[in-house]
């Protein structure tokens, strides 16, 4: 309270005050106080404009932004209401539309405001009658709004606007949606700020700028700078809420939750491990070799004690058996048949076995080549991968890297992009397209690679597409300069669009969602080379493997008949 009442007229009001649980604070005029614009709890002033340098204290209001929504002013004078005192004592008072001023006569009650700061002041007579009730006075206040819910029309104001055209030689219109994924947040968010300015009856004039923003030194150049400037008013756009920027401007409301990741294709299993091993498990795989073994072993002994009976086992040798099991794996069978029924039975057993096996097989290995590989699961696998990466080029494509706490994302960026310099940065459609056909990961805005990926990417290539968040981006506001006097009418406004659907149904229009994987068996798949190199492997191994046993086997027959030529030359000298 800022007063110049007598000791008696004071103490009384004190009184009173703490009877119905108030708290006073009699400021002195002679040493104006700070009132900060913004606390974190709201404070109630009640000034008598008959008092000395009451106006060098409406001026330090007006100076700091204290005429806003945290503070609600009683200003009193004695006389009956006039507006032309009242207009006198507020002549160079910045009463925006946020401000909740009342001016306090002994025959009316009048609220006060501005448009405009350069504008004359607008007032509501409240219709309060003098000799009201305690209980009507109290009613009165309870259904009073706020300040901000009864200031809806700002008389066709002009203010000052900016938006972001960052690629202008694309830039085909606001509703365009053939290149959303170029400038998304500006196009997302006009048309919100057009239903703000019809709701609220105000146009704006807007300026075209094509950076948002960076810090250098304290200034800042871009859309950021025009608000550090005090050039512009509204911002027609979302921005990242930061704190470097917030030393400058102030934002509205929260439009969207703006992810990045790091989008790629997983790799196909073959490219990270041996697809022929994989369709059976450890464990069936040891059936499988356990069972060869025994029927190769079980003909072995066949073979040993009933060649009477049976010259063709004679030929089942150790060697022959376990060619027999090879090529019963294989699906080849045996070139001889046996006479013995049991022989036969182990043979036909085998060959039974080795169908069903191949049968299982065959159709597992068909889909692992069909389905990508999960080897890439975390930031800690992508650093550790082949893959080469980038990152969309945009404001603050280095800056949350830099940024980064964890361990590992600073890794990444270390191993991974800091070496390709200005090279890891790309467009949206040059890094999905790489993407699209190699081993590639791009950090990019999911939204803006979404548009990309759903008219780029066939049905099976969507099906492969994994993301991995490197670093958690802030939520998008719609920025405003710093104590504006608009802000918390927007701020309402936007919210009264959240609640009823209007943002949510511009997010679905311009921000793309993650493409279906409605087909991931569909269509057509090459085998490749990577997938057939462990068979080419075995091949190139195998060969190897009879050119030294041939040459062993010559040197050995060489060593041989040299051994057996020096024996008969020995004989005959005797």
């Known amino acids: 309270m800022f007063l110049c009442w007598s000791p008696v007229d004071l103490l009384e009001l004190h009184r009173k005050a ?7 604070r009699v400021g002195d005029l002679e040493k104006l106080p700070e009132l900060p614009a913004y606390d ?21 209001a007006s100076s700091t932004r204290a005429f806003n929504h945290r503070y609600t002013w009683l200003l009193s004078h004695d006389s009956p209401y006039n507006i032309s005192t009242m207009e006198n004592h507020l002549l160079n008072s910045n009463i925006l539309p946020d401000a909740d001023v009342t001016w306090s006569t002994p025959d009316a009650l009048v609220d006060v405001y501005r448009i405009k700061a350069d504008q004359s002041l607008v007032t509501t007579y409240l219709g309060l009658n003098k000799n009201i009730g305690l209980k009507e006075l109290e ?29 202008p030689q694309h830039f085909k219109g606001w509703s365009d949606l053939t290149t959303r994924h170029i400038d998304t947040f500006p196009k997302f968010t006009y048309p919100l700020l057009n239903l703000c300015a019809e709701d609220l009856h105000f146009r704006h004039n807007m300026m075209q700028v094509d950076l948002y923003g960076e810090d250098h030194n304290g200034t800042f150049n871009g859309l950021v700078g025009l608000f550090q400037h005090n050039d512009t008013e509204i911002g027609i756009t979302s921005m990242f809420i930061r704190e470097d920027r917030m030393k400058v401007l102030h934002y509205c409301s929260e439009t969207a939750e703006l992810r990045g990741a790091f989008m790629f294709r997983q790799p196909s299993q073959s490219a990270v491990s041996n697809v022929f091993v994989l369709p059976f498990s450890r464990g ?56 013995l029924a049991s022989a036969r039975l182990v043979i036909f057993c ?46 603050y494509k280095r800056v949350y890297f830099a940024e980064s706490t964890d361990s590992v994302t600073q890794q990444l960026y270390k191993r991974k992009l800091l070496p390709l310099g200005e090279r890891a940065y790309l467009s949206v459609v040059e890094g999905i397209e790489r993407m699209r056909t190699g081993l590639f990961a791009f950090q990019v805005e999911q939204s803006s690679g979404y548009d990309i990926i759903s008219r780029t990417f066939t049905e099976r ?40 659907g209007l943002i949510g149904h511009e997010r679905r229009h311009w921000l793309a969602e993650r493409p279906r994987c409605d087909a991931s068996s569909a269509g057509f798949l090459s085998v490749g080379i990577t997938d057939l190199l462990p068979a080419f ?35 005959r000298q005797r």
């Open 461 to 500: 290539e969507k099906c492969g597409l994994k993301e991995v968040e490197a670093f958690r981006l802030p939520m998008v506001s719609v920025p405003i300069r710093k104590h504006s006097g608009y802000r918390d009418l927007l701020a309402s406004r936007l919210r009264w669009q959240r609640e009823v």
């Open 40 to 60: 974190v709890y709201r404070e109630g002033v009640f000034l008598d404009v008959n008092c000395y340098n009451i106006d060098q204290l409406l001026i330090q």
């Open 18 to 24: 703490s009877q119905w649980g108030f708290r006073l």
């Open 139 to 167: 009613t009165f206040w309870a259904q009073q709004q706020t300040a901000v819910t009864r200031r809806k029309d700002l008389k066709n104001v002009f203010l000052k606007s900016a938006t972001i055209i960052s690629q």
């Open 284 to 339: 069936v795989w040891t059936a499988i070799f356990a069972l060869t073994t025994v029927m190769a072993a079980l003909l072995t002994v066949l073979g040993y004690r009933l060649q009477q009976t049976d010259p063709e086992l004679a030929l089942l040798t150790p060697f022959e058996a376990f060619t027999f099991a090879i090529g019963t794996v294989c699906q080849q069978g045996f070139y001889r048949t046996p006479n």
């Open 350 to 395: 085998a060959l039974m076995m080795a169908l069903f096996t191949f049968t299982a097989y065959s159709a597992k290995i068909v889909v692992i080549l069909q389905t990508p590989s999960d080897a890439i699961q975390t930031i800690a696998d992508l650093a550790r991968s082949p893959m080469s990466m980038g990152v969309q080029d945009t404001t």
């Open 537 to 571: 492997q075995v091949l190139c191994g195998g060969a190897l493997l009879a050119v030294l046993l041939l040459l062993a086997e010559i040197l050995a027959f060489r060593i041989k008949r040299t051994v057996n030529t020096q024996r008969l030359y020995g004989k």
